[in-house]
């Protein structure tokens, strides 16, 4: 019974991949495509709310989700976020700090990822902290893990309970940034010849060895991540990078034009979902 | 004293059936041993990794992406098409989720023929 529903499913994402994916990019809008995936996941996890997505794997499985529940009681994260602030106020040489590129203000999130139309590019939080400190003549910062991810999780922190709202404008170089994003997301790559969407959405709530694959709806609120596989807090970049690495493909750089457009994309199918980071994964 | 001698007997009866369907006994011990190393490289997380995804004889927390891989013989009458679906399984079907281990060398052609060697006998 169990594997008859867990088939039906796994057809009735591949319609709905399908449907998403088979189209010429241009032929569905932002919009549309957002309906079709919340549906779908909607559907194939009944009864969990929306917003409840947002805490990955924990929304459809209760096994995991206590233990889940006992970490969160004391975040891994919490020194990180300390740092993080630290790291907020603390003075550049010129006398400036961070918070003179975000009018003062740490909770950015729900800013973040948007179009710049006139460098006709996405823009991510990294990204505008790391130009903030060169513009002041301080040093970048690694794009993965260490200080940018302690900074994430102070201004992420600040942030909870802001909404995803990722809009995607009616100007063609947006757009087509998000579709060379969707693009990324339904394309197999690697030596196994996965595409992020066979994983996180045809096969969202089957097992692989003992792990439960997590939808992918909601995948982009609860960054950064402290990932006990890690042992320390990490990037939403870092994890595309790694998710890359493990269908043996060649990861590209964290912030580079690819990754950019693929967070542009998944951002926006988590649109209504609440920011929740930074958290704890498995 | 008699058990040994009825154990006799069957051991000379079998080593003559052996002899009499023209298979040579190195031949049966190479069969056994591409088994053994069908079943190493199907269930080595960085070969096959078929625990992944699929369930299969003795292996230990498998995955439920994949169909369980039991009746091989019967399912797979033709070594062929089985060996085809290990090699690439998006050619009989487009939309699957199984890596194509042959069309990528991911596995060698040998492991391949090792694993459906496995494959037949579950």
Redesign the interface.
Known sequence: MK?TK?TLAAICA?IAA?AMADKKASETSPSEDLSVYRDYFAKRFPGVPLNEFGNGVYSIDRVSRDSWEAIEEFPPYEPMIEAGEAFWNQKFANGKSLGSCFDGNPAQRTNYPHWNAERKMVMTLPLAINECLIANGETALNYKKGKIADVLAYMSYESRGQKINVEVPDDPDALAAYSAGKSFYFARRG????SCA??HM??AG?????DILSPAVGHASGWPVYRSKWGELGTLHRRFSGCNKQV?AKPFAAQSEQYRNLEYFLTHMSNGIEYNGPSARK | MRNTARWATMAAALAIAIVGSGLPLAAIAADTDAVAFGKQVAFDRKKGNC???HVMDDGE?????GPPLIAMKARFPDRARLRAQVWDA?VANP?T?M??FGK???LSEKEIDAIVDYLYTL
């Open positions: 594997f867990l591949l399908a030596q196994l010849n996965f066979q994983c045809e096969s089957m097992y692989v060895r003992t043996r | 625990l992944a995804c927390s498998p995955g439920n992406i998006q939309g989720r890596p194509p990528h060398q991911a």
